[in-house]
C-alpha cells in the first residue's frame, strides 16, 4: 500500500518492545515507509527490536515509570505518539506521565490503548484505565483511544497441550462466545490512525473480530492439525491456582478471573462485535479460522514464534510462500520473542496476562523469559493433573 504520509510525517511509539507495539512498527514500516518511526523503548540494549532490520526506524530510550526519558525522546510538535499502556500495577500513573509528556513536547496526535471493560465499574481492569480515558480527553491533546478485547495470540500459550495432548483447558464452558482481535490486527489499525491522524480526531474504537467459543477454537484447530483437539473444562479455583502457580500477583490473577467470568456471564463487553477496525483500515479483521491458517506450520510442526528459534522457522515459511518480503522478515522477531514461555488454561502466560488479558502487551519480563525455556511444561498440564509449578 503506498503511503500518502510525507518524508517529514515523524510518529514515535512507546512501549515498542512489546507485542503489540512491535507488531506497529512491523505495520507502519511495511505499508507507510515513508512515515519516520522513532521506537521508544525502556531498554534498547535488551530490546529484541532491531531498529537496523528496518528503514524507516530509529530507537530511543524511553521509560514510562521515568519521566525524564519521555521528555528526552518526545520530538516538539511530533505528528503523532502511540501509548502502548504498560503491563504492570503502576501502569495508570505510568501512562498519565507518558501524555503529560505528548502534551510538554506539543504533540500533534496521541493514540492511547485500553480496554473494553471500561464501562464495568469495580472491575480491577476498568478502575486502571478510567483514569487513563479520562485524562487524554481533559489534555487539550488531540487524541484516539483503542479500546481492545483478549487476544487470540494467547493460544500460543497452550501449545504443549495442543501438541502433545490434543487438548485445551480452562474454566469456560465451550459453547460460550466471545470476543478477540489478532495482535497484528491491532498494529494494522495504530499505524492507519498514525500515519493519517487528522482522519481520527478525538474518537475512540473498539477493535473485534468474529465471536468465537472453545468448542470454535477445537474445531479451527482440528482442521489444521488434521486431528482431533478437545477441550477441557476445569475448575475455576484450579484455574485461578494455576494463574497464581505461573507467578502472578493476586491483583493480577483477580482481575483475569473477573474478566473469565463476565465472559462466561454474556456481559455484553465481552460479545460486542464492531466494525471498527474495518473502518479505520478498509479491511475486514482477522477471525480465528484465518489467523490460525496464517500460523499453520506452527501448530502442525509443534512450535511457536514465541522464541527466536521458533520466530525464524515461521519467517522461512512465510518468504516460501511469498507472504513477506526478505528485506525487514526478521524485524518483528522483538513482538513474539519478548513474550514469557509457558502457559496457563485462561489462555494467558504471566506477563502477557500483566498487560495483555485486555489488549497490553507491553513490558514482557526478560528476566521471566530466562526462566521459561522452550519446552518446559505447559501450566495447562500441570492444572489438569494437578501438579505444582
Wanted: proline share 5%; hydrophobic share 40%.
Amino acid at each position: 500500500m503506498a503511503s500518502a504520509a510525507s518524508a517529514t510525517h515523524t510518529v514515535l511509539i512507546l512501549g515498542s518492545s512489546g507485542s503489540v507495539g512491535c507488531n506497529t512498527v512491523k505495520a507502519l514500516s511495511k505499508e507507510f515507509p515513508h512515515v519516520k518511526i522513532i521506537s521508544g523503548v525502556r531498554d534498547p540494549e535488551g530490546c529484541r527490536l532491531d531498529e537496523k532490520q528496518f528503514n524507516n526506524v530509529t530507537m530511543v530510550h524511553a521509560d514510562m515509570s521515568k519521566p525524564e526519558t519521555l521528555y528526552a525522546a518526545i520530538p516538539r510538535n511530533v505528528e503523532c505518539v502511540f501509548i502502548n499502556t504498560p503491563g504492570d500495577a503502576n501502569r495508570t500513573h505510568y501512562t498519565i506521565n507518558a501524555i503529560d509528556a505528548c502534551k510538554t513536547a506539543k504533540a500533534k496526535h496521541v493514540v492511547v490503548v485500553s480496554v473494553m471493560c471500561i464501562g464495568r465499574s469495580g472491575l480491577a481492569f476498568a478502575e486502571q484505565f478510567k483514569p487513563i480515558e479520562e485524562h487524554i480527553k481533559k489534555s487539550g491533546l488531540n487524541y484516539t483511544i483503542l479500546e481492545l478485547p483478549m487476544f487470540m495470540d494467547n493460544i500460543w500459550m497452550e501449545m504443549n497441550s495442543i501438541r502433545d495432548e490434543g487438548k485445551l483447558y480452562g474454566p469456560l464452558r465451550p459453547d460460550v462466545k466471545f470476543n478477540s482481535i489478532a495482535v497484528c490486527d491491532v498494529g494494522v489499525a495504530a499505524a492507519h490512525i498514525m500515519a493519517a491522524p487528522d482522519k481520527f480526531v478525538n474518537k475512540c474504537y473498539r477493535l473485534t473480530a468474529p465471536l468465537c467459543t472453545k468448542l470454535d477454537k477445537c474445531r479451527v484447530l482440528t482442521s489444521v492439525l488434521g486431528r482431533p483437539v478437545d477441550y477441557v473444562q476445569v475448575s475455576w479455583d484450579k484455574a485461578r491456582d494455576c494463574l497464581m502457580k505461573n507467578g502472578l500477583p493476586a491483583w493480577q490473577t483477580n482481575a483475569i478471573m473477573e474478566l473469565l467470568k463476565d465472559i462466561e456471564s454474556g456481559e455484553s463487553y465481552c460479545t460486542t462485535v464492531t466494525s471498527d477496525f474495518k473502518s479505520i483500515t478498509g479491511r475486514d479483521p482477522m477471525s480465528f479460522d484465518r489467523w490460525c491458517q496464517n500460523f499453520a506450520i506452527c501448530f502442525k510442526e509443534g512450535f511457536t514464534p514465541l522464541d527466536s528459534a521458533g520466530w525464524h522457522r515461521l519467517v522461512e515459511w512465510e518468504m516460501q510462500r511469498g507472504k513477506m518480503p526478505a528485506a525487514g522478515a526478521a524485524g518483528v522477531t522483538g513482538g513474539y520473542a519478548a513474550m514469557p514461555m509457558g502457559g496457563c488454561p485462561t489462555g494467558m502466560a504471566p506477563g502477557m496476562a500483566a498487560g495483555m488479558t485486555q489488549g497490553m502487551t507491553q513490558g514482557m519480563c526478560q528476566e521471566h523469559l530466562k526462566g521459561c525455556p522452550t519446552g518446559s511444561p505447559c501450566a495447562t498440564r500441570r492444572l489438569a493433573t494437578g501438579q505444582s509449578s
